[in-house]
């Protein structure tokens, strides 16, 4: 899906104990992307409770906060 030349969508993670997102980076509009995190999965999402996408300019929200719309939103399940 395309966006336009002059926007973004990025990813970003909510707590529950959190205001405000953390972003996680950049999504391009086609193909994969692969997100390193700082830890193994199990550590880096044990209190996060979803993920959001988000539409944003062109390099990523200026604030480090989602300054568009959130496109998709979903919570974190644990499968094991």
């Known amino acids: 899906m395309s966006w336009g030349s002059g926007a ?3 990813i ?3 707590r529950k104990s959190r205001r405000n997102p953390r972003p ?3 999504v391009p ?3 994969v992307v692969q997100i390193a ?7 880096a999402l044990q209190n996060i409770s ?3 996408v988000s539409l944003e300019p062109r390099g990523g929200s200026p604030t480090g906060l989602p300054t568009g719309p ?3 939103s979903g919570p ?3 499968l094991y």
Not at 37 to 43: E, F, I, Q
């Open 8 to 10: 973004a969508t990025a």
């Open 12 to 14: 970003g993670t909510s």
């Open 24 to 26: 996680l980076g950049l």
């Open 29 to 31: 509009a086609s193909g």
């Open 37 to 43: 995190l700082p830890v193994d999965a199990g550590t």
């Open 50 to 52: 979803a993920l959001a």
């Open 70 to 72: 959130v496109l998709y």
């Open 76 to 78: 974190v399940e644990r």
